[in-house]
Nanobody, 123 residues
Framework: QVQLVESGGGSVQAGGSLRLSCAASGFTWSIYCMGWFRQGPGKEREGVASIDSASDTYYADSVKGRFTITKDNAKNTLDLQMNSLKPEDTAMYYC?????????????????WGQGTQVTVSS
């Protein structure tokens, strides 16, 4: 059974930084996608950044140059370093994983999700 546990959310002022971490367990796929997604109040869940088993990355245009996704295969963790945060980054952030690479940015293809961690950015 796949388990994903996020941590690292919190409240910061605009321009600040946060680092999210996702501890993953229970999956043995050698080819996969992992990603960070977010859902703001009244909005649909959207892709923020993803990385596949080959370490190819994808970033949403809104976070390019500010966020960095990394994975540590030895520790089975997925991190998201978020710098220069903006109020519009306020959302619940979720970690997710799916088997097979390709279309890593597609929210609907993921069926393994963490419980989420709240990020609030004040102006």
């Amino acid at each position: 059974q796949v388990q994903l546990v996020e941590s690292g959310g919190g409240s910061v002022q605009a321009g600040g930084s946060l680092r999210l971490s996702c501890a993953a367990s229970g999956f043995t796929w050698s080819i996969y996608c992992m990603g960070w997604f977010r859902q703001g109040p009244g909005k649909e869940r959207e892709g923020v950044a993803s990385i596949d088993s080959a370490s190819d990355t994808y970033y949403a245009d809104s976070v390019k140059g500010r966020f960095t996704i990394t994975k540590d295969n030895a520790k089975n963790t997925l991190d998201l370093q978020m710098n220069s945060l903006k109020p519009e980054d306020t959302a619940m952030y979720y970690c997710a994983v799916k088997p097979r690479s390709g279309l890593c940015r597609r929210v609907s293809l993921y069926n393994n999700w963490g419980q989420g961690t709240q990020v609030t950015v004040s102006s």
